[in-house]
């Protein structure tokens, strides 16, 4: 993608806000007008954005477009002069957070790396944090100029997590993630005995805010329709160990649906049990015991789905394995 902008001032400085020509290459074909001008634009309000397009100011091959327009190779975009908020300069990351970071890398092709994301690290800045792994990696990765989250995890969870290398692979991924072609496995340690015979648990859930303004999803009638699938993978004394497949992704689905069955996961203070979790804490699970286990996906040109797994780091593994077995207690 090529940008050049306009005319210098007679001081030979450039001008600011300028214009700015920007030719669309293959990796950008396809995307909206309006969506491409959210990404060049950062920080403009949206309001802002389709205002400029209604009122033609955005060209496209010098001629006007609607919010609609999907880009070609070879286009060229005149973006008009735009006042843009002043850039937060972010501070660097750690040369430990990069190293532990790169050590994460689970698999990576041209277009796309697969990550072991470590819990306590949101998945991108806002909200008083100011480095997510989104940014460390650009800072790791500045030759990459595309890198961008294919989907998110809670700042608690920990385990797999898809970057997108290029614009191509961001929009395929996200179209399989629409059409349910990518499967996400999590691992959970629940409160009590999960009965076998639950197999899935299939109810609406709806998101609220609570006085505080924190999010809380709840059950409820008028919700989404949501969907787990959970299977037993190892029952120890007072906890089981269970495979989750979300089927829907809504927030929160898989520690709200385990909630609405009775059992409620290791380490969550918003959906689990306080006693449960003190209990667990004295053997050593300081952490929500949430972890995407694995992913399977089809790669583009590909024929087989690849499975990509993330091993459990030790704050889980390590008082997992200090656990009584059940079979061994004779429950």
Known sequence: MKTHTDAVTSAGQPQTPKVQLVEIDADRAGQRIDNFLLGQLKGVPKTLIYRILRKGEVRVNKGRIKAEYKLKAGDVVRIPPV???DAKILPDASEQLKTLLAESILFENNGLIILNKPSGLAVHGGSGINLGLIEVLR????EDRHLELVHRLDRDTSGCIMIAKKRSMLRYLHQQLRDGHIQKYYHALVEGRWPNRCKEVSA???KNEISSGERI???DPE???SLTHFKVLRRYVGATLVEAKPITGRTHQIRVHAQYQGHGLVGDPKYGNDDFNKAMKAKGFN???LHAAALSLLL?????KIRVEAPLDERLAKPLAQLTPADQAGE
């Open 83 to 85: 006042r843009l908020p």
């Open 139 to 142: 800072q790791m990765r500045p």
């Open 204 to 206: 609406p859930l709806r």
């Open 217 to 219: 999803v709840k059950v």
């Open 223 to 225: 919700g989404k329709a």
């Open 287 to 289: 952490r929500l015991f």
């Open 300 to 304: 583009p040109d590909e024929t087989r």
